[in-house]
């Protein structure tokens, strides 16, 4: 049986706006491209954990888990490596961006703007997910995680 592994990504708000990032040429799978947050989730771990886990190894950043704002199946590079993913929407509580070896670059950006950027294609519905939720949610929503 192949085993399949679980990916996650982080739409972070700060401000209205959202943090992408750019892939160091190192990286092995789409270097130099433009991303949110992404990561792997590790053994015995709940996703909207190893988010945080992610986010905070990866941008020096704390943030708060929103809500899940789409899920999919991909495969990262060759159908050796199948991939389920999770995105969530998250708030910036604080820190400043720290960049390490996986990304060159940073940036904030508005909603819009992210839609806009064909960098950002694989992201695409992510964004547009939250930015149509966004239109329903209350300030101060937060989903609810089972914990199975």
Not at 32 to 58: C, F, H, M, Q, Y
Not at 99 to 108: G, K, N, Q
Request: glycine share 6%; with cysteine; proline share 3%.
């Amino acid at each position: 049986m192949k085993q399949v592994y679980v990916g996650m990504a982080a739409l972070i708000e700060k401000d209205g706006k959202y943090l992408i990032m750019k892939r160091s040429a190192e990286r092995d799978f789409e270097p130099n491209s433009w991303e949110t947050v992404t990561g792997r989730l590790e053994a015995d771990e709940s996703p909207n954990v190893g988010i945080v886990r992610e986010v905070k190894e990866e941008t020096g950043l704390d943030v708060e888990v929103i809500m899940p704002v789409d899920t999919g199946f991909f495969y990262r590079g060759s159908k050796e490596f199948p991939m389920v993913f999770i995105s969530y929407y998250c708030k910036y509580i604080k820190g400043e961006v720290k960049l390490d070896w996986e990304h060159s670059e940073f940036d904030w950006i508005t909603l819009d703007e992210a839609l806009e950027n064909q960098d950002l294609k694989h992201f695409a519905k992510m964004f547009i997910n939250l930015k149509n939720l966004k239109k329903h949610l209350p300030e101060d929503f937060r989903f609810q995680f089972s914990s199975l």
